[in-house]
């Protein structure tokens, strides 16, 4: 069985994520996607928020699981038995990062290797800091990420009016 681990912060999820999802989950049987615990980060969301958005975004995608995880991804993909890391690619700016963190994680463990998926032209300016700024402006963010991320951003106002 072909595994693939789609490691990211998720923070959160936006439409660019669904559509590299979408297209790892057509090549591999299995896509296992990590959601980074990380301390030195304040997120948006808590980690439970996030499994929950990323759960119901991709509810119609059958092989698809959501874990969370500490320490290195390279590690996390062995526990997982995947061998390749997937991530997707919007601009140059990506690709400089993008490549030093593949031939590191390489360096650390030249068992897992990284896929790169070109993202979506349309929606390739788009990230979740994008998102959570264009909220906190109150601009319309519908193209941007699925629906329940739009009901989570919503409940978390309210919350806070209250
Ligand atoms: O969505 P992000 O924040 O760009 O994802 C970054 C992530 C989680 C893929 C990356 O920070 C990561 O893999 N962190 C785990 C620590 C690790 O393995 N570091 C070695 C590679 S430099």
């Known amino acids: 069985m072909s595994t693939a681990v789609y490691p990211g912060s998720f923070d959160p999820m936006t439409n660019g994520h669904l559509d590299v999802i979408r297209r790892t989950a057509a090549i591999f049987d299995r896509v296992v996607i990590g959601i980074l615990i990380n301390q030195n980060k304040q997120p948006m ?10 759960r119901e975004a991709t509810k119609d995608i059958p092989n698809i699981e959501v874990y969370t995880f500490s320490g290195l991804v390279v590690e996390f993909a062995k526990k997982m038995n995947a061998s390749v ?20 994680n390489r360096k650390i463990d030249d068992e897992i290797d990284t896929l790169f998926f070109a993202t979506n032209p349309e929606i390739s300016y788009v990230s979740s800091s994008a ?4 909220w906190h402006y109150r601009q319309d963010i519908t193209d941007y990420v699925p629906e329940c991320v739009i009901g989570k951003l919503e409940e978390k106002e309210n919350d806070y009016e209250r």
């Open 85 to 104: 890391l997937i991530r997707g690619l919007r601009s140059m700016v990506d690709f400089e990062y993008e490549l030093q963190m593949a031939q590191i």
């Open 131 to 134: 998102v959570k700024e264009l």
């Open 45 to 54: 969301f808590s980690l439970e928020e996030r499994v929950e958005m990323i």
